[in-house]
């Protein structure tokens, strides 16, 4: 159940820059701000480079943040903390990663890299309870017990995934970001784990941050969606919302590329190139709510513009 109340995560003008070469920055996450309630999907999407995987790698403490606050529950992920908070908020933020191929230790079993969270936070008491506890998780992803022993050259991608799953499970986390879980798994295989993901939430109450490319996937099992672009957030919208009345010329241009398996609408689509030189460049673009709950980047000029154009 989603609380439109209490909020879980809160990301204040958050900034990533990385130095390239003696002078120059790379700005990957620049001024970015939002929220995610307890109980919910929010969507981050974008091309390659948009810097959404970098948003969701320094709210997780992957990267420092260069400015800007991530606040859980209140309390900044960034700051200062003894080794026993880090710990503590570790297990209550997990991750699950993109390639499931290179985020598994080929040399451990799938028992000990399930294993690995529960042990680190002392969260069993014997081998016995820890065996359980991993054929429990493996069960709960859709796996066999009997897979504890192998390795995860054995499994496929879409195995893989789930034991990448169940290892950001195994210290029952509130939070879990999922780094384009899905992206590097056959088209076939990714509706399985969406919808594995899905009925996880459901039965164990998890909020997620979902972070991917493909937008029909995104709009599948989100609540709220962002929208990415060169490090800013362009657009942010109910999911429904977001999809029938796009405001922002990037978001167009993404959602025109979507196909759909209706060879009438494939034959007469028409795909919208994004011209970032049509923006008006007198001032500094703010995120504005253009509509309840849903908010644009742009100028005041622009403001007006866009609410003309949904008939505001």
Known sequence: MVSKTEKILEVKHLKKYFPAGRKSIIKAVDDVS??????????????SGS?????????????????????????????KKSRAEKLKFNR????????????????MTVL???????????LV????????????????????????TRFPHEFSGGQRQRIGIARALAVEPELIIC?????ALDVSIQAQVVNLLKKLQKERGLTYLFIAHDLSMVKYISDRIGVMHLGHMVELADSEELYKNPVHPYTKS???????????????????TYDPSIHDTSEEPKFREIHPRHWVRCTSKEFEHYKKELGQ
């Open 34 to 47: 939002f929220d995610i309630y307890k109980g919910e999907t929010f969507g981050l999407v974008g091309e």
């Open 51 to 79: 810097g959404k995987s970098t948003t969701g790698q320094t709210i997780i403490r992957l990267y420092d943040a260069t400015d800007g606050e991530v606040l859980f529950y209140g309390e900044n992920v960034h700051a």
């Open 92 to 107: 209550k933020m997990q991750m699950i990663f993109q390639d499931p191929s290179s985020s598994l230790n080929p040399r």
């Open 112 to 122: 000990d890299i399930i294993a690995e969270g529960l042990d680190v936070h002392h």
């Open 125 to 148: 008491k014997n081998e016995r309870e820890r065996k359980e506890r991993v054929e429990q998780l493996l069960e709960a992803v859709g796996l066999n017990k009997e897979h504890a």
């Open 179 to 183: 780094d384009e879980p899905i992206s």
């Open 254 to 272: 993404l959602l025109s590329a979507i196909p759909l398996p209706d060879p009438e609408y494939e034959r007469n689509r028409k795909r919208i």
